[in-house]
């Protein structure tokens, strides 16, 4: 067994996905439009095993949960090879971070924020 669809609920899925394209580095895996239901999942670049659905929310509960579907903690993390560099170059491209890269028994990481406040961060093994 394996994850490999996990969905994040977004008031704009075009605003959503011009954060994870434009500056997360992610790719588009679907775009398929049904009648007035949008698919749309995004990966990082390089995956094929794992994708992120931007839901657009049509409910209540659904609206109450954008932004908010971490409860406080990370909703995930993202693993890199040099997280400086790439935190050096999300910020440049816009991302807003909650620090800078500290060093950890665990390994080198960052809160950073998507753009409706979902925590993610950001790991280096």
């Known amino acids: ?19 994870f394209v434009d500056q997360l580095g992610f790719v588009v895996a679907e775009d398929n439009r049904m009648g007035d239901y949008r698919w749309l999942l995004v990966r990082p670049a390089g995956a094929t095993d794992i994708g992120i659905n931007l839901e657009r929310a049509r409910t209540a509960e659904q609206l109450a949960l954008v932004g908010r579907q971490g409860g406080g903690s990370p909703l995930f993390g993202l693993t890199t090879d040099d997280c400086r560099r790439d935190f050096q170059a999300m910020k440049a491209r816009g991302v807003v971070f909650e620090g800078e890269p500290e060093s950890l028994p665990h390994g080198t990481g960052v809160l950073l924020q998507d753009v409706y406040g979902n925590k993610l961060y950001l790991n280096q093994d």
């Open 1 to 19: 067994m394996r994850l490999t669809v996990f969905t994040l609920f977004v008031t704009d899925q075009d605003q959503a996905l011009r954060f």
